[in-house]
Structure formats: structure tokens, C-alpha cells
DNA sequence: GCGTTAGTGGACTATTTAGTCAACAATAAA
DNA sequence: TTTATTGTTGACTAAATAGTCCACTAACGC
């Protein structure tokens, strides 16, 4: 029934780019619709504002993303190894990045929602229910290595919120300083943070 | 000689506050005009642009913010008791910006510099530069509680740029979440960081 | 083929925005 | 008081932008 398309998908993905690359605010929609190679007609078929998109592009992308923490994260692995294999991810992603588009670019949730905060209630929202579940593999992690004792922390989603908050830091301060080498300070404060022995410490 | 005019720092001032609370996107040249209570033509006698006019104006405000600081981070203070009044600091500043803008704002230069740092090259530098200085405060006072033996920690400048990170992503947090509370956790994790004994587990 | 539904194109309007300009106004030195 | 300098004003242009509209096209069931 009806014609099919998939303009839906391109101006997703080419919002997705552009608030990442860019800012939400310097994005328009003629730009969206340009690089998506659809008109704007079919723009406000599918959705009602530029916010409207970025609300389901996000979503989007977060689907689209968790299969890659899946594996980062993966029970199978020691606690410690799963914190480690996700600052190495950290770090590679954001190398890719600087090669791809010429620049370090953060986490595009973490540049969303702090531009969109103050004015986008449903995209603050949504940012911030993102955000919430991304952290639970943070809170699982820590979980695991407080039942095997490797740290000692007893309220993982409070330590999950405060490790959240440094990598997301670290990944702003990469960002800003167009500089992917700062995340390598990232398994070393996590550790700090865990109150866990380091690397080194350990193999000493 | 010539005419007397306050309307650079008006301008200064109404665009600091337009991006705090709201974006530098977002912002107009016509609704900096308007809020300054200043003519366009004016703006272009002062500023080439709205980033010239970004630059000079977050300088400024550094320098306004600077005093504050001197005195949280003042060197008579024991080394840990400047980190526990910055935290403290951080968060009554931030629950008194929710009470008079009706959100927490978070840290404009980390707003600002995310939002724009793959865009408008003069305003990230800027950004950075002073995102250095303000860093300083926390490598002295790392370096400072080193010295006196209440924490080991051989490179103070690195620590203070974890610390700093992390510190920079609660305050992102807490206005993405547009809670001041997230902002209790920050003593914690910076304690957590340095290696130092908690302040109840000292008092115990 | 026919009708129904889903999507497309592109021309159109209205508004907002950046940026310009020249006449005017205030200050202070001569 | 004259004059040079500094800042102000508001009207102006040109461009960018959001949003609308409707005739048209493609897919599919019948």
C-alpha cells in the first residue's frame, strides 16, 4: 500500500551528522533536507520541526549504537576488562572521527543536550532517558565487580552516575580541545574512581 | 574625547547571559541588541560579529568570575579544604542560578565550547585558553596537598586536568538533568581522584 | 486498469536575520 | 565657540529560513 521511501531514514541520519559535526542550532532545515537529498515537502511530511526529528534521530542512533556497548560490555568478560575495552573504545571512536570529519566530535548526546537543555523540554527529555540507559552499563559493570570484590562499592548507580559524568567530561574537554589524546586519562580516573588498583599496581 | 558610551559592556553582558541560559545558536544579533537596550548600528560601531563580540565578552566575564575563585582557592586554606569549598561553591552557585533563571546552567565555557568548537576556531581557542587558567587553581592546590603529604600525586597538572574533566561533566550533567544535586557527588569522585581519605573517614 | 494510500517536488509566502549607511548627538580639547 | 572625535539612531537592503500548498507520482490490492 502506497509508495515506499526511505527519506525518513536519510534526514535522520543526515541530522544525526550534522548536529554531531556542527550544533543543533547552526543546522537548518533546507541544510537537512540538502544533504539528505530530499525536499522539503517531505520534510514536514514526516515530521512536525527540526526538533521533532532530532528526537527520533537520536533514538535512532542510540539503537543503532547499543549493539557496540552490547559487546563492549559483555558479561562474559571480568568486570575491569569490560571498563577497559570501553576506554579503548572510547579513544579509537573519537580517532576515527578526527580522521573521518577533521575534528574530535564527543558524545553527540552530551553536545545535544547541553545546547538544547534550557529551550527543547522533549529533546532534553530524550537525551537525558538515553543517557539514563547508557549508564546501566556502567551500573551493571560495577555491580559485577563489587560481587567479586574486586571494589568495593555497594551503591553501583551512584558510582555508575559519578564515573558517567568524568567520561563524559573527558569526552567534552576532547571535543573542545580537538584533541583525542585526553582520553587516555579515562581508564586511569575510572580506576580511581572504582577505588580500584591499577593496571600496573595489579601486574606489580 | 568624544562620546561616552557603556554599551560594549551591555552587550557583553546580554550576550554572556543568552548563552548561558539559552545557546550561542540561538542567539541573535537583534535579541542581544534588545536585551543590551543597544542599537544594531551600535553593535557593528563595537563588534565585527557575534563570535568577536562572544570572544570579548567571555573574557570579560573571566575576569569578573576570576576574584571568586581567589578567594575559594585561596593558598592560606589547607589543600583539601579549597576543594571542599570549590564543590561547595559550584553548588550554591548553581542552585541560586536555578532560582533566578529557573534552570541550572551548568559551566558556559564548557556550554559555549562544545556547542561551537567545530565551528568558529577564535571562540574555541578562547575557550581553551581560559579553561587553562582556570585549571591552575586545581594543579596548585594538587600540588599543595602533595607537598604536605595529604595526597601522592607526582604530576599535579595531570591530575588537575582529570579532576577538571570531571568536575566540568557533573556541571554538564547536573544542567542537562537541570538538577543542582547531581553536583553532591562532586567532593566524592574529586576525593576519589586524588587518592585522599574521605572527610568522614578522617574525621573517624 | 482502477482506486486508494503513501510519498514527492517545487514553487510560493511570510518572517527573521545579518549587515549597511548617513545624518545626528555628545564630549572634550583648542 | 569651533572643531575633531566618538558614539547613536533608525531606516534600509539583501539574504536566509521556516513553513505551506497542491498537483503529481509510485506502489499495491482489487
Same mark, same amino acid.
Given at each position: 500500500m502506497g509508495r515506499v521511501s526511505d527519506a525518513k531514514e536519510k534526514l535522520m541520519k543526515a541530522? /544525526?551528522?550534522?548536529?554531531?559535526t556542527g550544533s543543533y542550532g547552526s543546522t537548518t532545515i533546507d541544510?537537512?533536507?540538502?544533504?539528505?537529498?530530499?525536499?522539503?515537502?517531505?520534510?514536514?511530511?514526516f515530521f512536525d520541526s527540526k526538533a521533532a526529528l532530532a528526537e527520533e534521530a537520536i533514538e535512532s542512533?542510540?539503537?543503532?549504537?547499543?549493539?557496540?556497548?552490547?559487546?563492549v560490555f559483555s558479561p562474559s568478560l571480568p568486570p575491569l576488562e569490560r571498563i577497559h575495552r570501553f576506554c579503548e573504545f572510547e579513544y579509537e571512536e573519537q580517532l576515527g572521527l578526527q580522521r573521518e570529519f577533521g575534528h574530535v566530535l564527543g558524545c553527540?548526546?552530551? /553536545?545535544l543536550g547541553t545546547e538544547v537543555s534550557t529551550q527543547e523540554a522533549g529533546?532534553?527529555?530524550k537525551v537525558e532517558d538515553i543517557m539514563d540507559q547508557s549508564r546501566k552499563y556502567l551500573e551493571t559493570t560495577i555491580r559485577d565487580a563489587h560481587a567479586e570484590g574486586v571494589i568495593r562499592a555497594?551503591?553501583?548507580a551512584a558510582k555508575a552516575r559519578t564515573i558517567y559524568a568524568f567520561s563524559e567530561g573527558l569526552m567534552?574537554?576532547?571535543?573542545?580541545?580537538n584533541d583525542a589524546e585526553v582520553l587516555r586519562e579515562m581508564e586511569r580516573g575510572i580506576l580511581d574512581l572504582l577505588g580500584a588498583k591499577s593496571v600496573e599496581a595489579v601486574a606489580a
Open positions: 541530522v /544525526t551528522e550534522l548536529i554531531w541544510q537537512i533536507c540538502e544533504r539528505a537529498g530530499v525536499k522539503k515537502g517531505s520534510f514536514y511530511y542512533a542510540w539503537e543503532e549504537f547499543r549493539p557496540k556497548l552490547d559487546r553527540p548526546l552530551c /553536545t529533546l532534553r527529555q555497594p551503591d553501583a567534552t574537554q576532547a571535543r573542545i580541545r
